[in-house]
């Protein structure tokens, strides 16, 4: 149990298009989840956190207008990057989690999407 | 401001050697306190956790964990090694306020046969 799947697993687009990343939470009923940005042989930087049917809260630094995260249901959350740029090009993952964000739970990770931005 | 430190960034040991890999974390509050791992082409695994209680925990594959609140430090610990461990590792803070994962740089561990 607690699956977590991404589409797509790659994509590769050209500079100016906007990209559209989906994270599924398979066989249970995710509140909250979180996109992470992962550099190579770098650490997972959260990008911003999502509750089902509010705004995502974003960290300091991520461009709201930039990343766009939509979380319409309790096992769909999608990130959109928007006039995608080379800077771009990274590893993108999701997480989820069975209750609200600031209680104890265990994220359930996705297998990330790599965007390469050419 | 949170972080967690891990001091190895690439550990290369032949099997059946014992594992150690430090992480340090900044945070004075209530803390939950994790270890994941990233094996090659895969997703984050969670290895084990700790929340409350003993401060020794075991998780999978014979990992074992021990929170020394005094030292902030939450060190991953394998007796002995196999070839199949060869894995990227993470340290990951939880704060009790935020409910946040803050995750160290990561550890590479490469076990030679």
């Known amino acids: 149990g607690a699956v977590v799947s991404q589409h797509p697993s790659r994509v590769i687009c050209k500079s100016g298009t906007s990209v559209k990343i989906e994270c599924r939470s398979l066989?249970?009923?995710?509140?909250?989840m979180f996109w992470y940005r992962q550099f190579p042989k770098q650490s997972l930087m959260l990008m911003a956190t999502?509750?089902?049917?509010?705004?995502?809260?974003?960290e300091q630094g991520v461009e709201k207008d930039k990343f766009l995260i939509n979380h319409a249901s309790l096992t769909l959350s999608t990130l959109t990057v928007t006039s995608a740029h080379p800077e771009d090009s990274s590893f993108y993952i999701c997480s989820a989690s069975r209750l609200a964000g600031t209680s104890y739970n265990e994220q359930f990770f996705g297998p990330g999407t790599r965007l390469t931005v050419l | 401001a949170q972080s967690v430190s891990q001091h190895n960034h690439h550990v290369i040991l032949s099997e059946a050697a014992s594992l150690e890999l430090g992480c340090n974390y900044s945070y004075g509050g209530t803390v939950n306190l994790f270890w994941y791992v990233q094996y090659p082409g895969q997703h984050l695994q969670l290895l084990l956790k700790?929340?409350?209680?003993?401060?020794l925990v075991k998780g999978i594959k014979g990992f074992e964990a021990e929170f020394i609140k005094s030292k902030f430090s939450f060190n991953l610990r394998k007796p002995s090694v196999q070839w199949s461990d060869t894995a990227e590792y993470f340290c990951?803070?939880?704060?009790?306020?935020?409910?946040?994962?803050?995750f160290g740089q990561g550890t590479t561990l490469q076990v030679k046969p």
């Open positions: 700790y929340f409350s209680g003993d401060p």
């Open positions: 066989d249970f009923q995710a509140t909250t």
């Open positions: 999502s509750n089902e049917g509010s705004k995502a809260t974003y």
């Open positions: 990951a803070v939880k704060s009790g306020n935020t409910g946040k994962l803050i």
